[in-house]
């Protein structure tokens, strides 16, 4: 990071930022629900950013790749059907939001960039500007330090906040967050060479705190690559697996879908649908011939996906930001550290 | 807009979570951390619940049936003619009835026996899945003084020890697999008991087989076991006195293999431990005396009540334990008081202003048979009742069948007069989760055209057959339940601060269980085959399952591949029988034959065939309606 | 920008039954550019929908050197084919693609081709087979195996006699099960190689059919000497985009979609998952 680049902002000012984001764009934040969740949704005043909360358990993905994704309108016209794209390119803020949703949404749009270009998504992800704050001190359950998802980010962000106690620094990190900061430059000043030494003393912290038992995805990578995994090991893990597809909804790298028409009587919509690749039906074919009936089959896919060296070769990355979130959802006891602990290990303590 | 916090409409765990609505239809669901029941883990169900109110076929404006067809009417008329009819129906001497829900909230439920026991005068309330649950409920009372078990799913992460009365969990209760999951893994010692080899039975440290139907073969072994083994609790024993000493003597006969032997004592010694009881199948009188056996186990190893040592008895469907507490159940009146109660005669005719019919009712299936009029809330008996093919009979016969439902079920064929009403995520409302928690359901969207709140239907329909009846919103009906019911159960709908609390205002201060002699288990008849529905009853039917694109796959595929149905056999006497997946087996009992196709199923016991409940009536000749009876089988 | 989501509307010119359960569906794109512009290759697949139940990839049953129409095969499976059966003429129906690799024809020029086909697996080979006889000469010699379970099951009835006719083709037609009428072979398909004199150097083997045909059929091959690379088949999965962002269909890394549907037995062989 250059130090000319970075700015700070008092944190008495960000309410005047925000609102003027609101007035450009949805802006969509953590807020305070119900039950005491922390809860990403449009906001309507910067007073319902819930500042310096935990990372939501349920990630920003939908702003995205909403679980209902209308794709296409079908109606009957005078001549026949009318078959219409559905394109939503409302400008959008996704406003304090961790790093590692940050890089899921980045792993999210190479996916659909990927070979044949998925336009409804990317207009949507086009439209979308994130400013994330860095964090200082590593989430109890995350590790993201072994995805390269975080704490800190390098690349991949719009806007980057460092909390530095009465200020942030603000780094921007393409030209879209450019546009959230320029027009707001009044609010910010240029930072000086102590708060940015500051950051990057804060970024240290933050890697040093993580404690040394995180996720290993290096030996799991090599096994899970060459099927070195025992069939019996896999059997094991998935008699723990509950089948409820948490691990892939709350995954801010999953992105597998099911299309479906809604509605009836002329008026439909096509819509993407989230499905999990740990539902049995998920590759069960017409005939009722399903190539992965064995639940061991399916526990396995997911991983094949997420950690081994063919998709990670396709992919950058492996499909795993490091949030910690499938060890809260799991209703069983599949989730990504201790799965790939097991496989790491070759036995299952689940 | 917000997203809308709410509970599960599917089985009786009761998570809640929150829905996501984006431009009037429920889009997604958002687990919720903070909710004391999931803590932000939900089942596939539970995940997939936005989906039917928003995708499924819908009924949207009242029916009648006019020469044969369906014809659209106003509110008006539909209501008109529901309760003329009814009102004929019992005047012409017939026996009418009313049918609650375990899909029902229990508003609904509450206003459906205010509407047979008070509007009405009859006493024929009750749901289609209450005889599955009631027995169990009196089996505890027997012993405990209470119609409930203890305790909550989350206690069951910090058991040392589970008793699993399976059916299949992981299918059926997901949430309540979870935790004993959790548990296993922080060192938990798991005791199944069933006769099926489900995913719960592979993780279990000691697996008892039991012969379907007749589980409490093992269940009264392990009153003997424990008894036998010392451990227990002195105050409790004590208190009982002679009674304790006809207890031993009853279990004088009780034949305690060396694995039940084990496992009462693992449970007797345990800190923490846990007794669950899975949907089974099985008849009443069984179920009353197992339930009796397990509450006895627990009363006299000192873990009834005891802090962390849940005894839960997992109701089948939803709203099951809710519907059977506000009073769908035929022997009793709202929150279990007896029908000789005279003060709860008293007190809901206070509340009613009509004095309450205190005869006991029919139970589901007499009631389909005897009455010639019905109101059905929110249920298709044909898909439900253990007789299905018999039920549509049943109701093809009847003069009036009123239907309240959110969805165009198979029933919709057999009613006279339909009452649209709100579905799952269109309704406020409470249920009662499978341990007692009564939660909040919401609406987050409008219901489809002219479609109403089930509890405002039933409202207006209470309206017209009596004194007028209004409630400004479901919360007011929650506080007439509050109101009706014997105090110390009425305090649970009192206050519905999202049950972080557990209620404890039922437990028995200071009560000492009374502990007396078993009903003898009558030794089990060798038979060459015992055929068993699955107790998972048929999700399938569910039209929150059956219209869901994302649920309905397994059900859907299984109805595709096996339109006529099939059994399930073990390998084992496939192979004996010489048949391979598919080929045709004929089945015989002393009731009747029938010819199905097998599939092989790798954990099953070889003396068990399994009649997927969804495709009973096809082997109806066989089970003539039973859940559970002794076969031949023979390649056919 | 194109939507990788949004299907072209093509009207069902005319609807054939092959046999009880499976119909062939002429369709024409219902927009002249459309029409004009649509180009696939044989061994590629489209997404048809009937809009209101949903959609699912079906083959090209039609040679693209025969441009009037495209067709397709269908066999009564599921939801949906069961609604595309109670289409008819005139009607509409949605369609995507083509998705997928195809077959390689120029990689066949000059090679002896032998076609293997078994029951509902025969349409996507037609597309090829029609192809290869419109441009007869690039290639050496054509033989065609085609079994089913009985003689009511043999779809393009009309064709295979056309192309017993044939002099520059060599057909042999099997049944699993004869009925009353039947005269020809009766036996698996892997009868049907000891009446033809095979080249396995300069031939490509291209089989499609169920699971357990192919299994036993390329077993058979690589006995007779064919290299694995030699020969090609088709694989079928759930799928539901048909463009490679789903994952339904995926087996290892590899898209069924967008790698495949055709592959060489190698490439088979080495996929992990």
């Known amino acids: 990071m250059q130090v000319s680049s970075a700015r700070t902002i008092g944190k008495e000012r960000t309410g005047e930022w925000i609102g003027r984001l609101i007035e450009n764009a949805e802006v969509v934040a953590p807020t305070a629900a119900q039950a005491g969740d922390v809860i990403f949704r449009k906001i309507s005043s910067p007073v319902e950013v819930q500042w310096g909360s935990d990372n939501p358990l349920f990630p920003p993905k939908q702003v995205v790749l909403p679980q209902t994704d209308p794709l296409v309108t079908i109606s009957r016209g005078a001549d026949g059907l009318v078959v219409e794209p559905v394109y939503d390119e409302r400008p959008r803020v996704l406003f304090g939001v961790h790093s590692c949703d940050v890089k899921g949404i980045d792993f999210l749009t190479r996916m659909h960039a990927y070979d044949l270009a998925d336009t409804a998504y990317l207009r949507r992800a086009a439209a979308l500007t994130s400013v994330s704050v860095a964090c200082i001190t590593p989430c109890p359950l995350g590790f993201c330090i072994c995805c390269d998802a975080g704490p800190f980010l390098a690349e991949s962000f719009d806007v980057q906040l460092t909390d530095l106690g009465d200020r942030f620094l603000a780094e921007v990190g393409s030209e879209k967050g450019g546009r959230l900061v320029e027009p707001s430059a009044d609010l910010f000043r240029t930072a000086e060479a102590g708060e940015v030494a500051r950051r990057h003393e804060l970024e240290e912290a933050a890697k040093r705190a993580f404690g040394p038992e995180t996720c290993h995805f290096a030996s799991a990578m090599r096994r899970v690559s060459v099927g070195r995994v025992s069939a019996e090991l896999w059997d094991e893990i998935a008699g723990t697996c509950l089948e409820c597809g948490a691990c892939n909804f709350v995954c801010p790298t999953c992105y597998c879908f099911s299309v479906k028409d809604q509605g009836r009587d002329g008026h439909w919509v096509r819509c993407r649908t989230w499905d999990s690749c740990q539902f049995r039906a998920f590759t069960r074919e017409a005939s009722g011939h399903n190539p992965r009936e064995a639940h061991r089959e399916r526990v396995k896919r997911r991983f094949f996906h997420k950690v081994s060296a063919q998709y990670f070769r396709r992919d950058g990355a492996v499909g795993c930001v490091g949030c910690g979130r499938c060890v809260k959802v799991c209703l069983g006891t599949t989730d990504m550290p201790a799965v790939v602990a097991a496989i790491r290990k070759g036995a299952w303590h689940g | ?636 | 920008m194109d939507n990788l989501f949004l299907p072209r509307v093509a009207r069902i010119a005319a609807v054939r039954d092959e046999t009880p359960d499976t119909k062939t569906f002429d369709l024409v794109l219902r927009d002249g550019g459309e029409r004009r512009d649509f180009t696939f290759v044989p061994g590629q697949f489209m997404e048809l929908s009937v809009f209101g139940i949903g959609e699912a990839p079906f083959c090209f049953a039609s040679s693209p050197t025969r441009a009037e129409c495209i067709q397709t095969t269908v066999r009564r499976t599921g939801l949906l084919t069961d609604a595309m059966h109670k289409l008819a003429a005139g009607d509409e129906v949605g369609l995507r693609g083509p998705c997928g690799n195809g077959f390689d024809v120029a990689a066949a020029t000059g090679k002896d081709l032998l076609f293997i086909g078994g029951g509902i697996g025969l349409p996507p080979l037609r597309g090829l087979i029609w192809n290869v006889l419109d441009e007869r000469d690039r290639f050496d010699k054509v033989t065609i195996l085609y079994g089913a379970r009985t003689p009511t099951d043999l779809v393009y009835k009309g064709e295979l006699d056309e192309w017993a006719r044939r002099g520059d083709v060599e057909l042999h037609v099997t049944v699993d099960r004869g009925e009353a009428g039947w005269t020809g072979n009766v036996g698996m398909v892997p009868t049907l190689f000891d009446r033809t004199e095979l080249r396995p150097a300069t031939t490509l083997a291209y089989v499609c059919g169920p699971p357990v045909m192919i299994k036993f059929v390329v077993q058979d091959l690589l006995m007779r000497g064919f290299s694995p690379d030699s020969v090609i088949s088709t694989l079928e999965r759930m799928m539901q985009c048909g463009v490679g962002k789903c994952n339904h269909c995926c087996i290892g890394h590899r898209y069924v979609c967008r790698d495949g549907p055709v592959f060489t037995y190698r490439q088979i062989r080495e996929m992990t998952e």
Request: net charge neutral.
């Open chain 2, 1 to 636: 807009m917000d997203p809308v916090l709410t509970t599960c409409p599917f089985c009786p765990c009761g998570c809640g979570f929150y829905l996501h609505v984006q431009d009037g239809r429920t889009e997604g669901v958002i687990p919720s951390e903070g909710d004391p029941v999931s803590r932000g883990r939900l089942c596939a169900r539970g995940w997939g619940s936005h989906e039917a109110p928003a995708w499924g076929e819908r009924l949207t404006e009242p029916l009648m049936r006019h020469e044969g067809r369906m014809r659209p009417v106003s509110w008006e008329t539909a209501l008109e003619a529901a309760a003329d009819s009814l009102v004929a129906t019992r005047r012409a001497g017939r026996t009418i009835g009313v049918l609650g829900s375990a899909r029902a909230t229990n508003e609904e439920n509450y206003l459906a026996v205010r509407l047979a026991r008070g509007a009405l005068q009859t006493p024929h309330v009750v749901s289609c899945l209450t005889a599955t649950y009631q027995p169990l409920l009196d089996g505890l009372h027997d012993v405990t003084g209470r119609h409930a078990g203890s305790g909550t799913v989350a206690d069951l992460e910090h058991c040392e020890v589970i008793i699993l009365v399976e059916g299949d969990v992981a299918v059926t209760h997901p949430q309540v697999a979870g935790a004993i999951v959790r548990a296993r893994k922080a060192g938990c010692r798991l005791v199944t008991i069933g006769a099926v080899a489900s995913q719960m039975t592979s993780l279990a440290a000691l697996s008892i087989a039991s012969t379907p139907g007749r589980e409490r073969a093992v269940t009264f072994a392990l009153v003997a076991a424990a008894l036998a083994g010392g451990r227990l609790d002195t105050a409790t024993i004590v208190a009982a006195g002679a009674s304790f000493d006809a207890l031993r003597r009853s279990l004088a006969e009780a034949e305690v293999s060396e694995a039940v032997a084990r496992a009462a004592g693992w449970y007797a010694q345990a800190q923490r431990a846990a007794i669950v009881v899975a949907p089974l199948v099985a008849d009443a009188a069984e179920l009353r005396r197992l339930a009796g056996d397990l509450a006895t186990l627990a009363a006299a190893t000192g873990h009834l009540d005891r802090d962390g040592s849940p005894l839960l008895i997992l109701p089948a469907r939803g709203n099951l334990r809710g519907a059977c507490e506000v009073g769908a159940s035929p022997n009793f009146l709202p929150g279990f008081a007896p029908l000789s109660d005279d003060g709860a005669g008293s007190r809901l005719e206070g509340v009613w202003g009509v004095p309450p019919v205190r005869e006991t009712g029919l139970d589901a299936a007499q009631m389909l048979t005897v009455a010639r009029g019905v109101v059905i809330v929110a249920e298709d008996p044909t898909a439900v009742m253990p007789a299905g093919a018999l039920a549509r009979e049943a109701l093809r016969r009847m003069e009036c069948v009123v239907l309240l439902d959110a969805f165009a079920t198979p029933a919709l064929e057999l009613a006279t007069v339909v009452l649209p009403i709100a579905s799952f995520a269109e309704n406020d409302g409470t249920v009662t989760g499978l341990d007692g928690r009564v939660r909040q359901v919401r609406a987050a969207v409008r219901p489809p055209g002219k479609a109403r709140p089930g509890w405002a239907v039933l409202a207006a329909m209470l309206g017209r057959l009596g004194p007028a009846t209004e409630y400004h919103g479901a919360e007011e009906v929650r506080r007439e339940i509050a109101r009706a019911m014997p105090p110390d159960i009425g305090a649970r709908w009192r206050e519905v601060d999202e049950a972080r609390v557990v209620p404890r205002a039922e437990r028995n201060g200071g009560r000492r269980p009374s502990l007396g002699p078993l009903a003898p288990c009558e030794p089990i008849k060798p038979a060459p085959s015992v055929a068993v529905w699955d107790g998972v009853l048929d999700w399938g039917s569910d039209p929150l399952v059956r219209y869901s694109p994302t649920l309905c796959r397994d059900s859907a595929a299984q109805r595709k591949l096996f339109p006529g149905g099939f059994v399930e056999l073990s390998k084992e006497a496939m192979d004996r029988l010489g048949v391979r997946q598919g080929w045709p087996v004929r089945l015989k009992s002393a009731g009747g034959e029938a010819v199905a196709p097998a599939v092989m199923r790798a954990d099953l016991a070889a003396g068990v065939v399994v009649v997927p409940f969804a495709f009973r009536d096809a082997l109806a000749p066989v089970m003539g309606g039973h859940g559970v009876t002794s076969v031949a089988v023979e390649r056919a």
